[in-house]
């Protein structure tokens, strides 16, 4: 059973700096590749970045390139998602996600993505 714990959400002002964590355990984190999506109060769940198995490939939503870093280290079977020049709009619960299958991470940022395994969120909340 493969298990996602989110970690390091919480309150900054815009302008500011959050990195998040994702734990993964239940399989072998290196075989897959990784993402974050992001759900704001009364909208849907969105794609945020993700990230090949070997971290070679990264993706990310138009809405936070050049803000947002994602990273990995398959040593800790952790992902990270750097977040920079926060904006009020980013505001939401943002959740880890790990495919079932050894998909790209590109097909991951795509509309027909499954959306597999998810944790259980953190929220980042960012003031004006």
């Known amino acids: 059973q493969v298990q996602l714990v989110e970690s390091g959400g919480g309150l900054v002002q815009a302008g500011g700096s959050l990195r998040l964590s994702c734990a993964a355990s239940?399989?072998?984190?290196?075989?897959?590749?990784m993402g974050w999506f992001r759900q704001a109060p009364g909208k849907e769940r969105e794609f945020v970045a993700a990230?090949?198995?070997?971290?070679?490939?990264?993706y990310y939503a138009d809405s936070v390139k050049g803000r947002f870093t994602i990273s990995r280290d398959n040593a800790k079977s952790t992902v990270y998602l750097q977040m920079n020049s926060l904006k009020p709009e980013d505001t939401a619960v943002y959740y880890c996600n790990a495919p079932k299958s050894p998909i790209t991470a590109a097909a991951m940022s795509g509309p027909n993505y499954a959306m597999d395994y998810w944790g259980k969120g953190t929220l980042v909340t960012v003031s004006s």
């Open positions: 990230i090949s198995w070997s971290g070679g490939r990264r």
């Open positions: 239940g399989r072998t984190f290196s075989d897959y590749a």
